[in-house]
């Protein structure tokens, strides 16, 4: 199929046999005269969020230069979120990345023009761009030429220097132009939100294509051509300018030199990028409209102040907090100086002490030194006396131990007799011992021998006695007691033993019962248990999935929660978004009717009058006073009307002989009043779904929905969405879209059914557990019984057990009887075989005659012991007189010794005090030189010159050690009471002080800094503000006598901010009369209405734009036809003025009898198998001839 752009200088309009529907007009047309209102520069502080005002280029290339080229001028920023075409309103103003060059700074760091040309642009005033003379200006596009690009095999066509108006059917490759200037002039696939990457623009079923276009030059330089070759199996491309190879940098670098701007929303506005004109924020809006219009350097200005602002803030407020620290510094130094004072006076008396310290140690020195020389004289003398004393009684002393000795021997000699003698005298008294216990025997044995018939007397009682106690046991045996049977006492136990065991058997049986009744009992509560947290997980459920929304939409997420806590502020209710209160009970319908929503309408605050409404509006969106800000969310009312609602398109015999399973409204739970939103916005009543895609056939269910004017309907996994074309002969056309997976809905709410079910079995569960607990009640009273059964066995048990005790004891005590009658038999059998006693006392006398002789013999041996020790004795006193006579003589002799002995005891006495003390002032002497020297050594060198000086001079010896000690102790006393200080303050003082000075520079410095920063602040706001508020001021005159002229009111604010990247520009909307002037924004206008903002704007800046093109794509989409009139002759208007610069305005359709202006060229998109010929193309006078031919056919019908 062939593709041709046909240029024909006409206002016939044309008529189409295909195309798109166009969107639905505006619900209300404002008739009434506005009365035009200015634009006014609103000096406000509006807390606004900061962004980043720095963007990045993204240069597409892909090839292997492109990739080495890329340096810090150009880096790349990709945005890759896709949506369908239902999220469309709800992309965020930063869902397209914008590019532009980075502002270069002058030699002096600030982002602003030098000091030389400030002065011409405070006064420059728009200039028009220079224009050649085939009216093109530089960068204008000249020729485009495309090859296997999209839709197109190839074309070529020339637009003209002015208005540009491509139009033609839906399909025929119109919005592909505008793709074609953005990727050939090297700007990135973000910018029209379609496609991302360079591959899925070479058309299906080729392996390459090229994008050739060429550009106006500067005046006197050649047009730049640029090719950019596409293929189908890579992501990369290829530039050629002018014929030559170059790379993507070198592209950018001539788009940048002729200010194209692409990336520009208020400059190129693809047809999927309208909706995000309206969601730029106003700061971002105020960035891009002075990259597209006014002053060139309004851009750098603003780029300077917001630097430079930002700098001036972190600089003030560095010496804010240097000046606060300051004063602290000042402050704790000050309290510091009592402290370091008294710390001086301190440390003097410590130096006088360590100063006192030294002389004392000094001075007793020398004071020890002279007590030892003394004691050393002393010592020498008495020494010489006692060695004199020594001489003259050495004959005494000779004499004297010669006695000694003499004196010692005979006391040995005596101490030796008396020795032998003590010896005797011990083996005579042992032989009187002995002696002494033979006669003892003796006494014995007669004593036995007189005692013989009192024994033979006892033997024969003891018989009696035993044979008295023997016959007694006899009898006990013979004549027993009576006893129970033993026997008969073990059958009685036997028995009762099996009744027990009956009991116990009957107890285990209980037991059993019991275990069962309770495991019973445990499964029934665990069932209990099990539906309580099933169905507080279906309530968990919900409470997840508004988590879930806060993740993605905080916003809305809030006002859900504020909502639940202020319904009672509301007349009805308001609905809570879609996706938290509708439930698909039928998980196998859940993916479609998620497709039948757009990503809003999933988040809807739903109102059922006209006050909820506007309440929620101004205490949300409006103001802050909802969630203390303004949020950003969807609402929606609509009065019901349900005679309005357009009827389904098949009826429900219609839907099943088609093979549909029902409506998509059928397959849904949700409350009543929200029915309404989803029948007249979301079209479920008109959504036929089908889960098997066989039983459809798809011609005839188009036909069959085609007849009410279109509709919407999903077979299997396929959306299609049925339109009639505005044009022709409206025929029927279907798009169609592949069903997303649902990921909002797949979660859905809690399903009332399984709800029911687990109630229904939490309730049968509990009826268990009560059957179970009365069960237990009977089981526990079985228990009780068999429980006094135990008893009442017990008790008799007992009973025998003890009358058994009784029997057996009986027997014992019969068989201990036959004991002891065995044991006294055999006593009473001794006693009477005893011996006789006359045999005994023969036995008794031999004994006896035996003791006497033995005795007769110690007596001789007794005698003899007694003559020796007589014997010994006399040698024993001789030799004691001797010693007495020589002790006599040692007497005398000592007396005389011992007076000459005291003398010299005295006077060693004398020597041994004087050598102690020589001995003690030595060693005090040497000890006090030590610690003197010790001491020297330790001092600091100032105190060792000092003591040095007083040595020298005397003045160390001029006090005694106690006069020291005194005055030592006196400073020691006034130390103490001079408060300590720690040596660390005055070391913090003189370092603080230190710091005092260096922060009182680094503050004069900084504030040297702020007050250049300040004027160098000065300067850009006195070139940027008034220049934009003139510019402001121009597009807001344009803009709101704009708006007037449809009957409706607008204007353009300057937002002012402190942050100078806060500074916005608010676009300001009425579309009727009971209104007041809103905000443009995503959400809140319709889409006519925000096109209709969008395309008034771009025309109000058109006559300050700076760009060489600007292009927009079916801007009038959703616009009624009074307003897209309005518009299209203002734009006429607008961009065929003499100064104007090249515009492009693509749209599916044109109304009739629209302005036409001789600089305006129409550019024809056909499509077909078969075009028009060459021939007669363009030809005025036949268009003309054509389009009254036209009238007059019409009017005759």
């Given at each position: 199929?062939?593709?041709?752009?046909?240029?024909?200088?006409?206002?016939?309009?044309?008529?189409?046999?295909?195309?798109?529907?166009?969107?639905?007009?505006?619900?209300?047309?404002?008739?009434?005269?506005?009365?035009?209102?200015?634009?006014?520069?609103?000096?406000?502080?509006?807390?606004?969020?900061?962004?980043?005002?720095?963007?990045?280029?993204?240069?597409?290339?892909?090839?292997?230069?492109?990739?080495?080229?890329?340096?810090?001028?150009?880096?790349?920023?990709?945005?890759?979120?896709?949506?369908?075409?239902?999220?469309?309103?709800?992309?965020?103003?930063?869902?397209?990345?914008?590019?532009?060059?980075?502002?270069?700074?002058?030699?002096?760091?600030?982002?602003?023009?030098?000091?030389?040309?400030?002065?011409?642009?405070?006064?420059?005033?728009?200039?028009?761009?220079?224009?050649?003379?085939?009216?093109?200006?530089?960068?204008?596009?000249?020729?485009?030429?495309?090859?296997?690009?999209?839709?197109?095999?190839?074309?070529?066509?020339?637009?003209?220097?002015?208005?540009?108006?491509?139009?033609?059917?839906?399909?025929?490759?119109?919005?592909?132009?505008?793709?074609?200037?953005?990727?050939?002039?090297?700007?990135?696939?973000?910018?029209?939100?379609?496609?991302?990457?360079?591959?899925?623009?070479?058309?299906?079923?080729?392996?390459?294509?090229?994008?050739?276009?060429?550009?106006?030059?500067?005046?006197?330089?050649?047009?730049?051509?640029?090719?950019?070759?596409?293929?189908?199996?890579?992501?990369?491309?290829?530039?050629?300018?002018?014929?030559?190879?170059?790379?993507?940098?070198?592209?950018?670098?001539?788009?940048?030199?002729?200010?194209?701007?692409?990336?520009?929303?208020?400059?190129?506005?693809?047809?999927?990028?309208?909706?995000?004109?309206?969601?730029?924020?106003?700061?971002?809006?105020?960035?891009?409209?002075?990259?597209?219009?006014?002053?060139?350097?309004?851009?750098?200005?603003?780029?300077?102040?917001?630097?430079?602002?930002?700098?001036?803030?972190?600089?003030?407020?560095?010496?804010?907090?240097?000046?606060?620290?300051?004063?602290?510094?000042?402050?704790?130094?000050?309290?510091?100086?009592?402290?370091?004072?008294?710390?001086?006076?301190?440390?003097?008396?410590?130096?006088?002490?360590?100063?006192?310290?030294?002389?004392?140690?000094?001075?007793?020195?020398?004071?020890?030194?002279?007590?030892?020389?003394?004691?050393?004289?002393?010592?020498?003398?008495?020494?010489?006396?006692?060695?004199?004393?020594?001489?003259?009684?050495?004959?005494?002393?000779?004499?004297?131990?010669?006695?000694?000795?003499?004196?010692?021997?005979?006391?040995?000699?005596?101490?030796?007799?008396?020795?032998?003698?003590?010896?005797?005298?011990?083996?005579?008294?042992?032989?009187?011992?002995?002696?002494?216990?033979?006669?003892?025997?003796?006494?014995?044995?007669?004593?036995?021998?007189?005692?013989?018939?009192?024994?033979?007397?006892?033997?024969?009682?003891?018989?009696?006695?035993?044979?008295?106690?023997?016959?007694?046991?006899?009898?006990?045996?013979?004549?027993?007691?009576?006893?129970?049977?033993?026997?008969?006492?073990?059958?009685?136990?036997?028995?009762?033993?099996?009744?027990?065991?009956?009991?116990?058997?009957?107890?285990?049986?209980?037991?059993?019962?019991?275990?069962?009744?309770?495991?019973?009992?445990?499964?029934?509560?665990?069932?209990?248990?099990?539906?309580?947290?099933?169905?507080?997980?279906?309530?968990?459920?919900?409470?997840?999935?508004?988590?879930?929304?806060?993740?993605?939409?905080?916003?809305?997420?809030?006002?859900?929660?504020?909502?639940?806590?202020?319904?009672?502020?509301?007349?009805?209710?308001?609905?809570?978004?879609?996706?938290?209160?509708?439930?698909?009970?039928?998980?196998?319908?859940?993916?479609?009717?998620?497709?039948?929503?757009?990503?809003?309408?999933?988040?809807?605050?739903?109102?059922?009058?006209?006050?909820?409404?506007?309440?929620?509006?101004?205490?949300?969106?409006?103001?802050?006073?909802?969630?203390?800000?303004?949020?950003?969310?969807?609402?929606?009312?609509?009065?019901?009307?349900?005679?309005?609602?357009?009827?389904?398109?098949?009826?429900?015999?219609?839907?099943?002989?088609?093979?549909?399973?029902?409506?998509?409204?059928?397959?849904?739970?949700?409350?009543?009043?929200?029915?309404?939103?989803?029948?007249?916005?979301?079209?479920?009543?008109?959504?036929?779904?089908?889960?098997?895609?066989?039983?459809?056939?798809?011609?005839?269910?188009?036909?069959?929905?085609?007849?009410?004017?279109?509709?919407?309907?999903?077979?299997?996994?396929?959306?299609?969405?049925?339109?009639?074309?505005?044009?022709?002969?409206?025929?029927?056309?279907?798009?169609?879209?592949?069903?997303?997976?649902?990921?909002?809905?797949?979660n859905s709410a809690i399903d009332p059914q399984v709800k029911r079910g687990l109630d229904a079995a939490l309730a049968e569960a509990?009826?268990?557990?009560?059957?179970?607990?009365?069960?237990?009640?009977?089981?526990s009273v079985e228990d009780h019984e068999i429980q006094a059964a135990h008893k009442a066995y017990k008790d008799a048990y007992d009973?025998?057990?003890?009358?058994?005790?009784?029997?057996?004891?009986?027997?014992?005590?019969?068989?201990?009887?036959?004991?002891?009658?065995?044991?006294?038999?055999?006593?009473?059998?001794?006693?009477?075989?005893?011996?006789?006693?006359?045999?005994?006392?023969?036995?008794?006398?031999?004994?006896?005659?035996?003791?006497?002789?033995?005795?007769?013999?110690?007596?001789?041996?007794?005698?003899?012991?007694?003559?020796?020790?007589?014997?010994?004795?006399?040698?024993?006193?001789?030799?004691?007189?001797?010693?007495?006579?020589?002790?006599?003589?040692?007497?005398?002799?000592?007396?005389?010794?011992?007076?000459?002995?005291?003398?010299?005891?005295?006077?060693?006495?004398?020597?041994?005090?004087?050598?102690?003390?020589?001995?003690?002032?030595?060693?005090?002497?040497?000890?006090?030189?030590?610690?003197?020297?010790?001491?020297?050594?330790?001092?600091?060198?100032?105190?060792?010159?000092?003591?040095?000086?007083?040595?020298?001079?005397?003045?160390?010896?001029?006090?005694?050690?106690?006069?020291?000690?005194?005055?030592?102790?006196?400073?020691?006393?006034?130390?103490?009471?001079?408060?300590?200080?720690?040596?660390?303050?005055?070391?913090?003082?003189?370092?603080?002080?230190?710091?005092?000075?260096?922060?009182?520079?680094?503050?004069?410095?900084?504030?040297?800094?702020?007050?250049?920063?300040?004027?160098?602040?000065?300067?850009?706001?006195?070139?940027?503000?008034?220049?934009?508020?003139?510019?402001?001021?121009?597009?807001?005159?344009?803009?709101?006598?704009?708006?007037?002229?449809?009957?409706?009111?607008?204007?353009?604010?300057?937002?002012?901010?402190?942050?100078?990247?806060?500074?916005?520009?608010?676009?300001?909307?009425?579309?009727?009369?009971?209104?007041?002037?809103?905000?443009?924004?995503?959400?809140?206008?319709?889409?006519?209405?925000?096109?209709?903002?969008?395309?008034?704007?771009?025309?109000?800046?058109?006559?300050?734009?700076?760009?060489?093109?600007?292009?927009?794509?079916?801007?009038?989409?959703?616009?009624?036809?009074?307003?897209?009139?309005?518009?299209?002759?203002?734009?006429?208007?607008?961009?065929?003025?003499?100064?104007?610069?090249?515009?492009?305005?693509?749209?599916?359709?044109?109304?009739?009898?629209?302005?036409?202006?001789?600089?305006?060229?129409?550019?024809?998109v056909n499509n077909g198998e078969w075009l028009l010929e060459e021939t007669g193309t363009g030809s005025m006078i036949g268009l003309?001839?054509?389009?009254?031919?036209?009238?007059?056919?019409?009017?005759?019908?």
């Open positions: 199929m062939a593709r041709r752009v046909v240029s024909k200088n006409t206002d016939d309009s044309q008529k189409e046999n295909s195309g798109v529907a166009r969107r639905p007009a505006m619900e209300k047309n404002h008739t009434q005269e506005r009365t035009t209102r200015s634009t006014r520069a609103m000096r406000e502080h509006v807390a606004v969020p900061e962004e980043d005002d720095k963007e990045e280029e993204e240069e597409i290339g892909g090839g292997p230069a492109d990739e080495e080229d890329k340096d810090d001028d150009q880096e790349v920023e990709e945005e890759q979120e896709e949506q369908g075409p239902e999220d469309d309103d709800d992309d965020e103003e930063d869902a397209s990345p914008k590019g532009r060059k980075r502002v270069r700074v002058n030699g002096e760091g600030d982002s602003r023009p030098s000091s030389s040309s400030l002065k011409d642009e405070k006064k420059a005033r728009l200039q028009t761009l220079p224009r050649d003379v085939d009216g093109f200006v530089p960068g204008a596009i000249v020729r485009v030429q495309l090859k296997n690009f999209v839709t197109y095999d190839f074309v070529e066509f020339r637009p003209g220097p002015y208005l540009n108006m491509i139009f033609g059917p839906n399909g025929t490759g119109k919005s592909t132009i505008a793709c074609a200037i953005c990727l050939g002039l090297n700007f990135p696939p973000s910018v029209l939100g379609r496609a991302s990457e360079l591959n899925s623009f070479v058309k299906i079923g080729t392996d390459s294509g090229y994008i050739e276009i060429e550009l106006k030059g500067k005046k006197g330089k050649s047009n730049l051509v640029m090719r950019r070759t596409l293929s189908a199996n890579s992501k990369s491309s290829t530039f050629t300018l002018n014929g030559r190879s170059a790379t993507g940098r070198e592209i950018n670098t001539q788009m940048a030199e002729l200010n194209v701007q692409v990336s520009n929303l208020c400059t190129f506005l693809p047809q999927d990028k309208v909706s995000e004109f309206a969601r730029m924020s106003p700061q971002q809006l105020l960035r891009e409209t002075q990259r597209a219009a006014g002053d060139e350097h309004l851009t750098s200005w603003h780029d300077t102040l917001i630097s430079k602002g930002k700098e001036l803030k972190q600089v003030q407020e560095l010496v804010n907090a240097d000046r606060d620290q300051l004063k602290t510094m000042e402050e704790r130094n000050a309290n510091l100086e009592r402290d370091v004072k008294r710390y001086e006076e301190r440390r003097a008396i410590e130096r006088k002490i360590d100063l006192l310290e030294l002389i004392l140690p000094f001075r007793e020195y020398m004071e020890a030194k002279e007590r030892y020389e003394t004691a050393k004289a002393e010592q020498r003398r008495l020494h010489e006396h006692v060695k004199a004393l020594q001489k003259k009684n050495t004959p005494t002393l000779d004499l004297k131990k010669s006695l000694e000795r003499r004196l010692k021997e005979r006391e040995e000699h005596r101490e030796a007799k008396k020795a032998a003698t003590k010896h005797k005298f011990q083996v005579m008294r042992k032989k009187w011992t002995e002696n002494e216990t033979l006669e003892g025997q003796a006494d014995d044995l007669k004593a036995r021998l007189a005692n013989l018939k009192v024994a033979e007397k006892n033997r024969l009682r003891d018989i009696q006695k035993l044979e008295k106690a023997i016959a007694a046991a006899q009898n006990q045996i013979d004549n027993p007691p009576e006893i129970e049977d033993l026997q008969d006492l073990n059958n009685q136990l036997k028995q009762l033993n099996q009744e027990h065991n009956n009991t116990k058997a009957r107890q285990s049986e209980l037991q059993d019962r019991q275990r069962a009744n309770v495991n019973e009992e445990s499964r029934a509560k665990y069932e209990v248990n099990q539906n309580m947290q099933r169905l507080q997980q279906l309530e968990d459920a919900s409470h997840r999935k508004l988590e879930d929304l806060g993740r993605w939409d905080k916003d809305c997420a809030e006002v859900v929660v504020w909502l639940r806590k202020n319904r009672e502020r509301f007349k009805m209710e308001i609905f809570e978004p879609v996706q938290l209160c509708l439930t698909v009970p039928n998980k196998n319908y859940v993916h479609a009717v998620e497709s039948c929503f757009g990503g809003a309408q999933l988040k809807t605050f739903v109102a059922q009058c006209e006050e909820d409404y506007q309440l929620l509006n101004t205490l949300i969106v409006d103001t802050p006073q909802g969630i203390g800000r303004k949020a950003r969310i969807n609402t929606w009312f609509k009065v019901k009307n349900e005679s309005r609602l357009p009827p389904p398109p098949m009826s429900e015999e219609e839907m099943r002989q088609l093979g549909f399973d029902g409506y998509a409204i059928n397959y849904i739970d949700c409350p009543e009043g929200l029915k309404w939103y989803l029948q007249s916005e979301v079209r479920l009543h008109r959504t036929a779904i089908s889960l098997d895609a066989g039983r459809v056939d798809p011609n005839r269910a188009m036909e069959m929905v085609a007849r009410t004017g279109g509709a919407t309907y999903i077979i299997g996994n396929v959306v299609n969405t049925v339109t009639r074309s505005k044009y022709g002969k409206r025929l029927p056309q279907n798009s169609t879209k592949e069903v997303r997976q649902a990921k909002i809905l797949v509990r009826v268990k557990l009560q059957l179970c607990k009365e069960e237990s009640e009977k089981l009973g025998i057990n003890v009358r058994k005790k009784t029997v057996v004891a009986q027997q014992s005590h019969l068989l201990s009887l036959k004991a002891k009658i065995e044991s006294n038999q055999d006593r009473l059998d001794r006693l009477r075989n005893a011996p006789p006693v006359d045999t005994e006392r023969g036995q008794l006398k031999n004994r006896l005659l035996a003791n006497a002789r033995k005795r007769a013999d110690l007596v001789k041996e007794y005698t003899k012991l007694v003559r020796g020790a007589i014997k010994e004795q006399k040698e024993a006193t001789r030799v004691g007189l001797e010693y007495l006579q020589i002790l006599a003589n040692k007497s005398a002799l000592e007396q005389l010794w011992e007076v000459q002995e005291q003398e010299y005891r005295q006077a060693l006495a004398e020597f041994n005090d004087a050598h102690k003390l020589y001995e003690a002032a030595k060693l005090d002497s040497r000890a006090k030189l030590a610690v003197s020297k010790e001491k020297l050594d330790s001092v600091d060198d100032e105190i060792r010159d000092q003591f040095g000086q007083m040595e020298r001079s005397g003045e160390a010896n001029e006090k005694t050690s106690e006069e020291v000690e005194t005055e030592l102790q006196t400073q020691r006393a006034q130390l103490e009471m001079n408060l300590h200080t720690n040596p660390g303050v005055v070391e913090q003082y003189k370092k603080r002080k230190a710091e005092i000075e260096a922060l009182s520079n680094i503050i004069e410095e900084r504030e040297e800094k702020v007050e250049k920063i300040e004027r160098s602040i000065k300067i850009a706001r006195d070139n940027w503000q008034p220049t934009l508020e003139r510019l402001v001021a121009s597009i807001g005159k344009k803009f709101s006598a704009a708006f007037d002229r449809i009957g409706c009111a607008g204007e353009i604010r300057v937002s002012e901010h402190e942050d100078f990247d806060k500074w916005a520009i608010d676009i300001m909307v009425k579309f009727r009369d009971d209104e007041k002037l809103q905000l443009l924004t995503g959400e809140r206008q319709s889409g006519g209405e925000r096109s209709l903002t969008t395309i008034l704007y771009l025309m109000s800046l058109t006559e300050e734009a700076r760009a060489p093109f600007s292009l927009v794509d079916e801007i009038n989409q959703g616009m009624d036809q009074r307003a897209e009139r309005a518009v299209h002759n203002s734009l006429v208007e607008v961009t065929c003025k003499e100064d104007s610069g090249q515009y492009f305005l693509i749209t599916p359709k044109l109304l009739p009898d629209l302005k036409y202006h001789e600089r305006m060229k129409v550019l024809c003309i001839e054509g389009f009254v031919n036209r009238n007059r056919s019409n009017a005759a019908a």
